[in-house]
C-alpha cells in the first residue's frame, strides 16, 4: 500500500529565509508526487507535481521540489519564504495507472515570523 | 472560471442526527472524490466518482456514510447517524480528467466542517 510521511509536524522560519519541507513515500512502482498548500479555512491548492522525466520540478509561488528516489523522498524547497506562506504543506503520492486516488501525509504546518 | 463549491461550511449536530453536505465541481469535471480531513490529519479518500459511477468507495464507511452522483455533475455526502469520530472537514475535489488520463492534479473546495457533540 502506498503512504506518506512528513516528519515535520510544525516549522517556524524566518521571513526571507529559505525553507525545506521533507516528505518520505513508499510506493510498488514509479509514483506520482504532489505538493499541496492548505491555507486556514480554504481548500488544498497544488503547489507542483512529478510524474516523470526531470527531477527538479517548479511550481507555482516560487516553490521547487526534487525527486530522489534513491531516498524515496520529494522534498519541497523555497530560496526565501514570505509571510503569505504560512500555511499547511502536504505531500501526496498516487500510481501511474489511471484514476487516480491520492494518498497524503498528516501536513506540516509553516510559521513565518518577521 | 468557477472554482468547487460546496455547502454548507459549517454545521454541529450532535451524534445519532444526520447531516448532508453538497458540492458543485468545476463545470465539465468528470471525476469527483470526498475526502475526510480530521483535525491533524492529511485528507482520506472516501469516495471517488466518475462521472455518475463510483469508481472507489472502499473507505466509505458504507453503514453510515452514503454518497450520490445522479446525474453525473453535483453531489451529495450524507452522514446517519453521526458518530463523534466523524467531526471534521470534508472536502469535495474534481478534476477534468478521467479513466487513465487522471494522473491526480485535484481542484478542491474550501471544504464543510462538522462538529458532531
Known sequence: AQSVTQPDIHITVSEGASLELRCNYSYGATPYLFWYVQSPGQGLQLLLKYFSGDTLVQGIKGFEAEFKRSQSSFNLRKPSVHWSDAAEYFCAVGGNFGNEKLTFGTGTRLTIIP | ?117
Do not use: M
Open chain 2, 1 to 117: 472560471e468557477a472554482g468547487v463549491a460546496q455547502s454548507p461550511r459549517y454545521k454541529i449536530i450532535e451524534k445519532r442526527q444526520s447531516v448532508a453536505f453538497w458540492c458543485n465541481p468545476i463545470s465539465g469535471h468528470a471525476t469527483l472524490y470526498w475526502y475526510q480531513q480530521i483535525l491533524g490529519q492529511g485528507p482520506k479518500l472516501l469516495i471517488q466518482f466518475q462521472n455518475n459511477g463510483v469508481v472507489d468507495d472502499s473507505q466509505l464507511p458504507k453503514d453510515r456514510f452514503s454518497a450520490e452522483r445522479l446525474k453525473g455533475v453535483d453531489s451529495t455526502l450524507k452522514i446517519q447517524p453521526a458518530k463523534l469520530e466523524d467531526s471534521a472537514v470534508y472536502l469535495c475535489a474534481s478534476t477534468n480528467k478521467a479513466g487513465r488520463w487522471n494522473t491526480g492534479e485535484l481542484f478542491f473546495g474550501e471544504g464543510s466542517r462538522l462538529t458532531v457533540l
